[in-house]
T-cell receptor, first 114, second 115 residues
Framework: AQTVTQSQPEMSVQEAETVTLSCTYD???????LFWYKQPPSRQMILVIR??????QNATENRFSVNFQKAAKSFSLKISDSQLGDTAMYFC???????????FGQGTRLTINP | DAGVIQSPRHEVTEMGQEVTLRCKPI?????LFWYRQTMMRGLELLIY????????DSGMPEDRFSAKMPNASFSTLKIQPSEPRDSAVYFC?????????????FGEGSRLTVL
């Protein structure tokens, strides 16, 4: 079974700083997808960014980018120029290609301080 | 556009009572998921439907839990009888099968407290 591990339960940075959240996963599959979801205090989960395992190029979405290291099974999220609105729980997630089941990590609580 | 709508937002009940959680997916989405979130276990997939048909219910904890999707615009998750260990936030999410893989649209969740 696939597992997703987020080793940082909590992180805190100052506004405008860059922060990197870590994620590792375990799978024997070669084709899959990786995701970062954000859960703000309102509780509603929102997709931040997605990476296809067959793509070598790291995904980027505005201030959000990933560092995907397939051999190391590592998938970190970098938030540049952090903003107060980035304060949230961040979940790393895995999904096999052709499947619909998302497997989530335990989450990292990120606080952006003014 | 309206997102995924869940009700109730909060529910407090006593052990042994029946609990029904409701979900209206985004119009046009044909996949619906029920997740449970707790501090101890994180986010767990309970069950999901494609085109109103249950596909995988292996995450349903036990027979006290049941889920239905009578039509494309409505689903329920029922717990009968409820127990204190069922206390959690229950999320419903929907997606378009064949759309962007893994792009789920979540509701705001139903926080259940069983006393």
């Amino acid at each position: 079974a696939q597992t997703v591990t987020q080793s940082q339960p909590e992180m805190s940075v100052q506004e405008a700083e860059t922060v990197t959240l870590s994620c590792t996963y375990d799978t024997s599959e070669n084709n899959y997808y990786l995701f970062w979801y954000k859960q703000p205090p309102s509780r509603q989960m929102i997709l931040v960014i997605r990476q296809e395992a067959y793509k070598q190029q790291n995904a980027t979405e505005n201030r959000f980018s990933v560092n995907f290291q397939k051999a190391a099974k590592s998938f970190s999220l970098k938030i540049s120029d952090s903003q107060l609105g980035d304060t949230a729980m961040y979940f790393c997630a895995f999904m096999n290609q052709g499947a619909q089941k998302l497997v989530f990590g335990q989450g990292t609580r990120l606080t952006i301080n003014p | 556009d309206a997102g995924v709508i869940q009700s109730p937002r909060h529910e407090v009940t006593e052990m042994g009572q029946e609990v029904t959680l409701r979900c209206k997916p985004i119009s046009g989405h044909n996949s619906l998921f029920w997740y449970r979130q707790t501090m101890m276990r994180g986010l767990e997939l309970l069950i999901y439907f494609n085109n109103n048909v249950p596909i995988d219910d292996s995450g349903m904890p036990e027979d006290r839990f049941s889920a239905k999707m009578p039509n494309a615009s409505f689903s329920t998750l029922k717990i009968q009888p409820s127990e204190p260990r069922d206390s959690a936030v229950y999320f419903c999410a929907s997606s378009l099968q064949g759309g962007h893989a893994g792009e789920l649209f979540f509701g705001e969740g139903s926080r259940l407290t069983v006393l």
